[in-house]
């Protein structure tokens, strides 16, 4: 199929993912630090769920999550990098259709449900500071499935709309997506229809579904820190902070590039498209990366287990 944008079509067989529009000349460069960080987050998130599975001093609700976590990570990095390498490598533009659909849900989805997944976290943080004595009898191996279960459902129904709206747009202007990938609203614009349902319904997303996650977090770790600067010494103040200091650099990791990016996108019109779109990239990809370093870094448990792991592998 011709890459011109010009080309007229009802219902496309395939999109023509641009990779970085106007950087074509060094994408091979480009896919360096992409490929470097996709591996980094493939071995830190498998190694995360390695020690977990292999310790079971670390099978509890924190642990879980951030086995949800991993998982949720690897699924949605694996969404993105194998096809954004494959135009980057080898020009390989073009993308089906339907793939194309199935790509832009798993990437919200999984998007939400990492938002999900933190707030779950900050749940357990908060009955674990806050009400120590209660933690194991609230948090229970049931109530955490059930947790599990309902971020899953949530992320797949709230996401369902975006691939089925997409799907009833005719689209007759272009088929050229300037991004590596099929987000919503970039397949969303291509559309020579009234598109405002989908527009609309993706900000109902990003400000009631992630949105209030945010906010949801942000009131838990309120709490979280009132009880923790009612401590009585300063000591047991800092290794209770220690407890939850992970969890808010990963809860950093995920927000603030996302509202950098929002920002961006509303008030920075003269900034290059590729600037934008290396944004977007990072958004998506940094995290993944992140979380299994942070957690291996900053939690202890994880941290001596791992030096474990690597002796006896030595020896």
Known sequence: MSDSNTTEFTNPSTFILLGIPGLEAVHVWISIPFCTMYVIAILGNFTVLCIVKREPSLHAPMYYFLCMLAVTDLVLSTS???????????????????????????????????????????????????????????????????????????????????????????????????????????????ACADTRVS???????????????????????????????????????????????????????????GLFMSLMHRFAQNVPLHFHVLIGNAYLLMPPMLNPIIYGVKTKEIRVRLLRLFTHTGA
């Open 80 to 190: 993105i990098l194998p096809k954004m390498l494959s135009i980057f490598w080898f020009n390989s533009r073009e993308i089906d259709f339907r793939v194309c659909l199935t790509q832009m849900y798993f990437i919200h989805c999984f998007s939400v449900m990492v938002s999900g997944i933190l707030v779950a976290m900050a749940l357990d943080r908060y009955v674990a500071i806050c009400h120590p004595l209660r933690h194991s009898t609230i948090m229970t191996n049931p109530l955490v499935a059930k947790i599990g279960l309902a971020v899953v459902l949530r992320s797949g129904m709230v996401i369902l709309p975006y691939p089925i709206l997409a799907r009833l747009w005719p689209y007759c202007r272009t088929n050229v997506i300037p991004q590596p990938y099929c987000a919503h609203i970039a397949v969303v614009n291509l």
């Open 199 to 257: 527009s609309y319904y993706g900000l109902f997303v990003l400000f009631f579904v992630t949105g209030l996650d945010g906010i949801f977090i942000a009131v838990s770790y309120t709490q979280i820190l009132r009880t923790i600067f009612s401590l009585p010494t300063k000591d047991a103040r800092l290794k209770t902070l220690g407890t939850c200091g992970s969890h808010i650099f990963v809860i950093l990791a995920f927000y603030i590039p």
